[in-house]
């Protein structure tokens, strides 16, 4: 069982920049997909964007909402994942969820583990 | 990019009922397929990959059917702990989830 662990969120004003972090206690980020996924309130599931590991290059890809404005990083040091947002807007609202990617023949795969999530909330 | 559609979007079913959500792709994703279920508050739990490869340790009554552009959730005998949000995802291409079923109690 992977244990996934945002934290970062809270409350920006638009426009405002925000940093997420995932801890993976005992699991190596850097040989594993990974991926974050945002829920808004209420609304359905939403990808957002993914990195490879260090064996398939480490490449990014992001959602076209996001992209441009968000980035995504790891720290194979700390062993944590990190998602840059900048340029915050109010529909950027969501509880953000770190998780792993299980990659099936090159495709990106399914998710089989999640954090718990993380509360981001744009608003002035 | 690929688009997901579920549907029914909100289904009332009884204990024991049999129930069926459908899945619908844009384009043909082969059966790059995945379903999660999702209770109030809680992150989403994998139920089935691959369309048709049920995740470890989920119950039996779950099942899963499809390929090409259409794909199907079965639940064979609803219990009480069936009861939430159900969602599709396709990773032919990045990764895009359908809008949720809502199964309810009728």
């Known amino acids: 069982e992977v244990q996934l662990v945002e934290s970062g969120g809270g409350l920006v004003k638009p426009g405002g920049s925000l940093r997420l972090s995932c801890a993976a206690p005992?699991?190596?980020?850097?040989?594993?997909?990974m991926s974050w996924v945002r829920q808004a309130p209420g609304k359905g599931l939403e990808w957002v964007g993914r990195?490879?590991?260090?064996?398939?290059?480490?490449?990014?890809d992001y959602a076209a909402p996001v992209k441009g404005r968000f980035t995504l990083s790891r720290d194979d040091s700390e062993n944590t994942l990190s998602l840059q947002m900048n340029s915050l807007k109010t529909e950027d609202t969501a509880v953000y969820y770190c998780?792993?990617?299980?990659?099936?023949?090159?495709?990106?795969?399914?998710?089989?583990?999640w954090g718990q999530g993380t509360l981001v909330t744009v608003s002035s | 990019d690929i688009q997901m559609t579920q549907s029914p979007s909100t289904l009332s079913a009884s204990v024991g009922d049999r129930v069926t959500i459908t899945c619908r792709a844009s384009?043909?994703?082969?059966?790059?397929l995945a379903w999660y279920q999702q209770k109030s508050g809680k992150a989403p739990r994998l139920l089935i990959y691959?369309?048709?490869s049920l995740e470890s340790g989920v119950p039996s009554r779950f099942s899963g059917s499809g390929s090409g552009t259409e794909f199907t959730l079965t639940i064979s005998s609803l219990q009480p702990d069936d009861f939430a949000t159900y969602y599709c995802?396709?990773?032919?291409?990045?990764?895009?989830f359908g809008q949720g079923t809502k199964v309810e109690i009728k």
């Open positions: 998780t792993t990617l299980t990659p099936m023949s090159g495709y990106s795969g399914y998710v089989k583990y």
């Open positions: 005992g699991f190596t980020l850097s040989n594993a997909w």
């Open positions: 990195i490879k590991n260090k064996a398939d290059g480490g490449t990014t």
């Open positions: 384009q043909s994703i082969s059966t790059w």
């Open positions: 691959k369309a048709s």
């Open positions: 995802q396709q990773y032919n291409s990045y990764l895009t």
